[in-house]
């Protein structure tokens, strides 16, 4: 239960962090920001690569199995996409 | 050990607070998302050092298996297919945590009520997050109608399921059943192509912000199954500056959240504000380009249209002759033009035209009065004069660039049809506009042709 309470803990003060942390974006970022973002959602893999990588040949296994490969579809061609975007606005030479 | 790699999660946790700070400014935005990506690193490979993660070959397999896939995708999008992309990654994202949360209850290690919430919470918003980015990306891609699909009852069935996800929802922390669990998730799927069908393509932007939004809850959700924190961290980090996203995106249409939701904008009827009065003019490409070679300044207001039409290098080319001809040439950017967050900017950029020619519509509209020429590119609500002045107009309200002020506006348009909203625009009847027919990306070649003559 300690844990819990903590992990709410985390949770909150990460909610009011993540509306401190952009205010003003000029809509120049707007997609590179959400592509951006989307890759960090991502972090999910962290979750499956635990359910993956259990011992017992389980169902549950499997499922892990999967959603490594579709959270990592999302966190790598999350930031190739944004960094490619962004490498386009860069060469304009600022 | 297991400190250790809390250690590297905390680390992890710092990159991506910085990386989506930077990632709020146009000198850092590039070094931001490496740095995410670096703490994304960090935390994958942390995990690989979990006691209970024994399976090594097949977890390698799954990471190399999706960053193949994840890395052919995003090296292979045009620019004009990014919307779609970033879409089906977000789908994934919210997909991958279904499938974590349901992989917990089969394991069945903790059954406690609060575990049972979480990972009711994880399949049911990672459930609406996939098949309503799927729906958005479908309708994105063109595979799918993009304007409303509304039907008979809809919002009463929408009701009805939110509702039934609600008690199945204590149903299932209480006893903890797996029937409850797969209709919960069964449910989760159908509300999310449900509540995105109604959705037009105008209201697009929005609703990409916040499915994206909601896939980093689905990964918090998910952090409170398995009790790990950076999960909880990243996930909540990107589903409040997602909601900022949003929020920045309803303030631009002038709408609250639950209208663009729940309104099924421009096809239930209703209100359409006044008829219009005049007829629209049309103008050849020859006289077109006489009064361009004449004019001092020139805004290019883009919308939705010249994605379709893939115009933007015509537009920079015609731009940049415009400005060898000495007139001064800006282009003005609706922050809810075409179909996703930024969009006019990623195309504009991919054809090269200088950062600095790109305008925000509040330092357009200060000066539009002084600009002889406006040129609009498949653009139709954000330039429609009823939002400023019609109010009984479904737009009304809207912020819009005010193209209409103008000395003389161009519009360059496929037929005389009214845009996604099914509002007729005034701005094609007014006496200073004329419209020039046909699809935007010939018309730009035809005027760039007669310049070049």
Known sequence: MEILILLVFVFVLAAFLGFELIQKVPSQLHTPLMSGSNAISGITVVGAMIAAGVAEGEFGKWLGFAAVVLAMINVVGGYLVTDRMLGMFKKKGK | ?453
């Open chain 2, 1 to 453: 050990m297991e400190k250790l790699i809390d250690l590297a999660y905390i680390f992890a946790s710092i990159l991506f607070i910085f990386g989506i700070k930077m990632l709020g400014n146009a000198s850092t935005a590039r070094k931001g998302n490496l740095l995410s990506a670096v703490g994304m690193l960090i935390a994958v490979v942390a995990t690989l050092f979990y006691k209970e993660v024994v399976d090594y070959p097949l977890i390698l397999a799954g990471l190399a298996i999706g960053a193949v896939i994840g890395w052919i995708w995003s090296v292979k999008v045009q620019m004009t297919g990014m919307p779609e992309l970033v879409a089906l990654f977000n789908g994934f994202g919210g997909l991958a945590s279904v499938l974590v949360g349901w992989a917990e209850f089969e394991f069945g290690k903790n059954t406690d009520p609060v575990t049972q919430i979480a990972i009711y919470s994880a399949i049911l918003i990672g459930g609406v997050t996939f098949t309503g980015s799927f729906i958005a990306y479908l309708k994105l891609a063109g595979k799918m109608s993009g304007s409303p699909t509304l039907f008979a009852g809809q919002k009463a069935i929408n009701a009805v399921l939110f509702v039934a996800l609600l008690a199945l929802g204590v149903v299932f922390v209480i006893t903890g059943s797996a029937w409850s669990l797969y209709a919960i998730l069964v449910l989760s799927l159908a509300l999310g192509v449900l509540g995105v069908l109604p959705i037009g393509g105008g209201d697009m932007p929005v609703i990409i912000a916040f499915l994206n939004s909601f896939s980093g809850l689905a990964g918090a959700a998910a952090g409170f199954v398995i009790l790990n924190k950076v999960l909880i961290v990243a996930g909540c980090l990107v589903g409040t500056s997602g909601i900022i996203l949003t929020m920045i995106m309803c303030k631009a249409m002038n709408r609250t959240f639950g209208n663009v939701l729940f309104g099924g904008f421009g096809a239930a009827g209703g209100a359409t504000g006044k008829a219009v009065e005049g007829e629209m003019k049309g103008v050849s490409l020859e006289d077109a380009y006489y009064v361009l070679e004449a004019a001092q300044s020139v805004v290019f207001v883009p919308g939705y249209g010249m994605a379709v039409a893939q115009a933007q290098h015509a537009v920079k080319e015609l731009g940049a002759l415009l400005e060898k001809n000495g007139a001064e040439v800006r282009y003005g950017i609706h922050p809810v033009a075409g179909r996703m967050p930024g969009h006019m900017n990623v195309l504009l950029a991919e054809a090269d035209v200088p950062y600095e020619q790109l305008c925000e519509m509040d330092d357009i509209n200060a000066i539009i009065e002084t600009v002889d020429v406006a040129i609009i590119i498949g653009a139709n609500d954000v330039v429609n004069p009823a939002a400023a002045e019609d109010e009984g107009s479904p737009i009304y309200g809207m912020p819009i660039i005010d193209a209409y002020k103008a000395r003389t506006v161009f519009a360059l348009k496929r037929g005389k049809g009214a845009g996604f909203s099914g509002l007729e625009n005034s701005l094609f009847f007014r006496d200073n506009t004329r419209m020039i027919y046909g699809d935007a990306k010939e018309t730009m070649t035809g005027l760039v042709a007669q310049f070049k003559r």
